[in-house]
C-alpha cells in the first residue's frame, strides 16, 4: 500500500467567450493543476487568471501543453517530428512560466495533452528528449506520463539522467487490456458515477493496479491520479476522493514534495 498520492486535474482550457471545465470548484480539492498553454485551449486571459486562482488555492502549477491543435482541442495526433514537437513544448511551458513568474510562483511540473500525452508514452526516445528539454530550459520541474507496466523501468531511467517522472493514472477513465485509455469515442470511456470514481481512486493507489474493462488486473505505481473538470461527476468525485483516502490513512500531497 501507498501512504502518498497526488490528486491533479486539468484546468484552464476556456478560450475567450466559450467556458470549459468547473476550475473554481475543483481547484478546492486538488493539489496540482493542469494549465493549458493557449495552443490547444485556452488563451493568455485564462492563463494568468487560472495562475491565480492556483495560487488563491494553494494548489501547484504545472503546464499542460499539446498539439498546435485549437480547433481538434489536442485531441487529434498530428504528423510532425521530434524536433518540432519539442520546440512547441518548450514555447508553452515557457508561455506558462511567464505568468507563474510573475505571480510569484514557480512551476511544479509538464503534462502533455491529448494526443501528444498518448503518443509520447509508447515512444520513449521522444518522452526523453522533450523531459531533457524541459529540464534544460526550465530546470527542476517534475515530468508527468502515463503509468503502465512499462513506466517504473523508465522512471529509473529518468532518475539516472537527473529528471524527475511522476506516473499517472485516471479513476474516471477506462483502461484497455494493455494498460491504455480507451479512446473517449467509445462508449463507456469516462467513468460517469462520482462515487465509483471515489473509490476507483483509492483502490488504484491501495492496491497499486488498475482493472481494464474486461476484468484484466494490471499491477502499477502510481503518483498522481486526474480526475477531469469536464466532467461534472469527476467534479463531484473529488472531495470524496480526499474523504476516503484520509479513513484509508492515505495522504493526499502535490507531486514535487514527494517525487
Same mark, same amino acid.
Request: glycine letters at 12%; hydrophobic letters at 40%.
Given at each position: 500500500?501507498?501512504?502518498?498520492?497526488?490528486?491533479? %486535474?486539468?484546468?484552464?482550457?476556456?478560450?475567450?467567450?466559450?467556458?470549459?471545465?468547473?476550475?473554481?470548484?475543483?481547484?478546492?480539492?486538488?493539489?496540482?493543476?493542469?494549465?493549458?498553454?493557449?495552443?490547444?485551449?485556452?488563451?493568455?486571459?485564462?492563463?494568468?487568471?487560472? +495562475?491565480?486562482?492556483?495560487?488563491? %488555492?494553494?494548489?501547484?502549477? /504545472?503546464?499542460?501543453?499539446?498539439?498546435?491543435?485549437? $480547433?481538434?482541442?489536442?485531441? &487529434?495526433?498530428?504528423?510532425?517530428?521530434?524536433?518540432?514537437?519539442?520546440?512547441?513544448?518548450?514555447? $508553452?511551458? /515557457?508561455?506558462?512560466n511567464g505568468f507563474a513568474s510573475r505571480a510569484g510562483i514557480s512551476l511544479q511540473h509538464v503534462? =502533455?495533452?491529448?494526443?501528444?500525452?498518448? &503518443?509520447?508514452? /509508447?515512444?520513449?526516445?521522444? #518522452?526523453?528528449?522533450?523531459?531533457?528539454?524541459?529540464?534544460?530550459? #526550465?530546470?527542476?520541474?517534475? #515530468?508527468?506520463?502515463?503509468?503502465?507496466?512499462?513506466?517504473?523501468? =523508465?522512471k529509473r531511467r529518468c532518475r539516472s539522467l537527473g529528471i524527475r517522472v511522476a506516473l499517472e493514472?485516471?479513476?474516471?477513465?477506462?483502461?484497455?487490456?494493455?494498460?491504455?485509455?480507451?479512446?473517449?469515442? &467509445?462508449?463507456?470511456?469516462?467513468?460517469?458515477?462520482?462515487?465509483?470514481?471515489?473509490?476507483?481512486?483509492?483502490?488504484?493507489?491501495?492496491? /497499486? %493496479?488498475? $482493472?481494464?474493462?474486461?476484468?484484466? &488486473?494490471?499491477?502499477?505505481?502510481?503518483?498522481?491520479?486526474?480526475?477531469?473538470?469536464?466532467?461534472?461527476?469527476? +467534479?463531484?468525485?473529488?472531495?470524496?476522493?480526499r474523504e476516503y483516502a484520509a479513513r484509508e490513512g492515505i495522504a493526499v500531497r502535490p507531486l514535487?514534495? #514527494?517525487?
Amino acid at each position: 500500500m501507498r501512504g502518498v498520492f497526488d490528486l491533479n %486535474c486539468d484546468v484552464g482550457e476556456s478560450f475567450g467567450a466559450w467556458v470549459m471545465g468547473n476550475d473554481a470548484e475543483i481547484m478546492h480539492h486538488v493539489t496540482s493543476a493542469n494549465i493549458a498553454c493557449g495552443v490547444h485551449a485556452s488563451d493568455p486571459g485564462v492563463m494568468r487568471r487560472t +495562475v491565480g486562482l492556483c495560487r488563491e %488555492c494553494g494548489v501547484m502549477p /504545472g503546464a499542460h501543453p499539446g498539439y498546435p491543435d485549437l $480547433q481538434g482541442f489536442g485531441r &487529434r495526433r498530428m504528423d510532425m517530428d521530434g524536433g518540432e514537437i519539442v520546440d512547441w513544448v518548450v514555447y $508553452q511551458v /515557457g508561455s506558462l512560466n511567464g505568468f507563474a513568474s510573475r505571480a510569484g510562483i514557480s512551476l511544479q511540473h509538464v503534462k =502533455l495533452h491529448g494526443a501528444l500525452y498518448n &503518443r509520447v508514452s /509508447g515512444e520513449e526516445d521522444l #518522452f526523453l528528449d522533450i523531459a531533457g528539454a524541459v529540464r534544460e530550459a #526550465f530546470g527542476d520541474i517534475v #515530468f508527468v506520463t502515463l503509468a503502465s507496466p512499462a513506466s517504473v523501468e =523508465l522512471k529509473r531511467r529518468c532518475r539516472s539522467l537527473g529528471i524527475r517522472v511522476a506516473l499517472e493514472a485516471f479513476p474516471d477513465r477506462a483502461y484497455t487490456d494493455d494498460g491504455m485509455l480507451v479512446p473517449r469515442v &467509445r462508449d463507456g470511456a469516462v467513468i460517469k458515477d462520482a462515487e465509483d470514481i471515489a473509490l476507483r481512486s483509492v483502490a488504484m493507489v491501495r492496491d /497499486g %493496479c488498475v $482493472q481494464s474493462v474486461s476484468g484484466r &488486473r494490471m499491477e502499477l505505481e502510481i503518483d498522481t491520479l486526474c480526475v477531469h473538470g469536464d466532467n461534472g461527476e469527476s +467534479v463531484a468525485a473529488a472531495p470524496l476522493i480526499r474523504e476516503y483516502a484520509a479513513r484509508e490513512g492515505i495522504a493526499v500531497r502535490p507531486l514535487g514534495s #514527494f517525487v
